[in-house]
């Protein structure tokens, strides 16, 4: 039996699955691992991020995928922070990370966990290594020690403190960690192979001195543990049955084998897969604290970062971020995505979801004048057309409007099927309205359109079958209310800033036109209640919801993505 045929069949316990979806490797290795009883049927995943920094789209990808495979397969989450360096820590990461990973849908349920509550089990296991003869106390400097580490096609060589006793080892073990020693006099290091042919095996490092505080652990450790010792031990402690990771991982997975094997204690598999490269953005930490810490964006949550919390500030929904995870599929190889294909995610989520608005970001006043001067009425106007249980809502409409300057031409090619003198167009739910002409200030430009409007077209239909080519959107200008419109562009000029082989420094690649400020739009009277959370689409514009920073007297709205054809053809 093909494995395509029996995936069908079993997705019959799993409400999780689209039908007949052909698994990737990573469901192929877990359903194998159910079957053979490797783990007694247990699925228990882990995203074990490191908290110094705010997470990026990068890591969305590892959240959904761990805690996607958990759900698929009725297992556990677990969220860990790997908070094994006590110099770049901070518990403002520790908080955002969670509040990212909840607000993404990943649900870790009580298991919280964090690497420094297991500083004292890590350290046992240390001393039992030492007791094997499987690791020493070194006194080699960390530059000696890289030095002395070989090349591609030299051994390493090994260190003169390679051969110290077991007592001598445990001896100074604990005196490295009652801090007798300077930072950076003595290291415990593994005693494994200097001539392998993987550089992980040379002896590596698993202790360092470092008389720092730790954000958790405070003062009572003056001696941690690598990143390569103790990753390993937490997926272990933890009992996780497939440790998913990047593939720069895939180097390190036969140090992690070894030091499990070592000390003969519960085996979780590592599974590597290609992480997310996205154009026109970086997703290092160290460059994007560098962006924030420099002030080239506002913060962590700038909506032109790839962070979640930017893309969260942006407008973005959790559905939108699964769904383009989803949508990128898990694969061994590293590609880069095309930004497209996240803004097409959103897109394809709010077009379904987000109310339908007015709003005008270039406003250019029309006069209606054969309107009566002191008469409102209410237009009809439907919600949202994807989804008829949205309803509808009044939009007020008056002698004065404010319409897109670009909706009006004075001298407008033949296809033109906006305003221009002689013309008809719909306004949107209200009238067909015939632009007369239009009054210039001394520069020449154009302040005023007057027009004149068919009362027989109420609702936006000709009762004599009459057609009009163009529909534009409008907002009465004595009901409209102000608002600070955002709009957002790429923040780096060229598809890849981060081109290792280009010695020009990324920041030079920053996009001058990312933000856009557009300080006095008119929108219609009902987004003045607008929540932030709140998502809506202003009709022929694209995607908004109301800022952070937006208050009653001061309304902000960023612009979460453009329209698909639409924008360019307006702006
Ligand atoms: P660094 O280790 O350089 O600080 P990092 O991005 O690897 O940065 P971690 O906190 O270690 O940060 O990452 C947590 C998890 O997220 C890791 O398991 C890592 O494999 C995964 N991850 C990080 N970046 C990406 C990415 N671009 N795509 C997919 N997964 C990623
Ligand atoms: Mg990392």
């Known amino acids: 039996m093909s494995k395509d045929i029996e995936k069908t069949e079993s997705a019959g316990d799993n409400e999780n699955r689209e039908e007949g979806r052909v698994l990737h490797f990573i469901e192929q290795i877990i359903e194998e691992d159910n079957r053979s009883g490797k783990f007694d049927q247990r699925v228990h995943t882990r995203f074990p991020p490191e908290p110094n920094g705010y997470l990026h789209i990068g890591h969305a990808k590892a ?93 390493g060589k090994p260190s003169p403190w390679r051969d110290r006793s077991v007592d001598e080892n445990l001896d100074l073990f604990e005196r490295m960690k009652n801090g007798e020693f300077p930072d950076g006099s003595k290291t415990l290091r593994a005693k494994i192979d200097m001539g392998s042919p993987n550089f992980n095996l040379r002896d590596p490092i698993m202790y360092r001195i470092l008389h720092s505080d730790h954000h958790r652990t405070g ?9 390569d010792w103790a990753h390993g031990l937490e997926d272990s402690i933890e009992r996780i049955t497939h440790s998913l990771c990047t593939l720069e991982f ?79 599929g898990i694969a061994k190889f590293n590609g880069i995505i095309d930004f497209t294909v996240l803004e097409n995610s959103i897109r394809d989520d709010l077009n379904k979801t987000a109310g339908r608005r007015m709003g005008v970001l270039h406003p250019l006043k029309v006069i209606i004048d054969n309107y009566p001067d002191d008469q409102t009425e209410e237009m009809e106007a439907t919600n949202n057309p994807e989804n008829p249980a949205d309803g509808s809502r009044k939009v007020p409409f008056s002698k004065v409007l404010y319409v897109e300057q670009d909706d009006f031409m004075e001298d407008a090619p033949k296809k033109y099927y906006r305003l221009s003198p002689g013309r008809e167009v719909r306004l949107r739910y209200a009238y067909y309205i015939t632009c007369l002409n239009c009054v210039k200030d001394e520069q020449g430009n154009v302040v005023e359109v007057h027009c004149t409007y068919d009362p027989a077209t109420r609702g936006g239909s000709s009762p004599d079958g009459r057609k009009v080519s163009g529909t534009i959107h409008w907002v009465s200008a004595a009901h409209a209310i102000n608002a600070e419109v955002r ?33 006095n739009a008119k929108l219609e009277p009902e987004l003045g209640s607008a929540k932030p959370s709140e998502h809506f689409q202003f009709e022929r514009i694209g995607y908004f919801t109301p800022d952070k920073d937006s208050k009653p007297d001061h309304l902000v709205f960023n612009r979460t993505a453009s329209l698909r054809d639409s924008w360019k053809k307006m702006m």
């Open 219 to 227: 003062n009572k450790w003056c001696i941690y543990p690598m990143y």
């Open 250 to 328: 895939e180097h390190h997975r036969p140090l992690y084998d070894w030091f499990l094997d070592q000390l003969g204690i519960y085996h979780p598999q590592q599974i590597e897969f290609a992480r997310l490269n996205l154009n026109y953005t970086v997703m290092s930490k160290r460059k994007l604290l560098e962006l924030v810490k420099g002030n080239y964006v506002s913060g962590w949550d700038d909506p032109r970062m790839p962070t979640i919390s930017g893309l969260r500030r942006r407008g973005y929904t959790p559905e939108s971020i699964q769904d383009f995870c989803r949508k990128i």
């Open 63 to 155: 959240i959904c995928l761990s805690s996607s495979m958990a759900k698929e397969y009725h297992g556990q989450f677990n969220l860990r922070f790997d908070d094994t360096n006590p110099v770049k820590e901070e518990t403002e990461y520790v908080e955002s990370i969670k509040e990212d990973v909840r607000w993404l849908g990943a649900d870790w349920e009580d298991r919280i966990f964090f690497a420094s509550d297991y500083f004292q089990q890590m350290y046992d296991y240390a001393v039992d290594l030492i007791k094997k003869g499987k690791a020493y106390v070194c006194d080699l400097a960390p530059d000696q020690i890289r030095e002395m580490r070989g090349t591609p096609t030299e051994p």
């Open 487 to 519: 709009l957002y562009d790429r923040l780096f000029k060229v598809p890849n800033p981060d081109d290792p082989s280009d010695p020009v420094d990324y920041k030079e690649y920053l996009n001058p036109e990312s933000l856009q400020i557009i300080e």
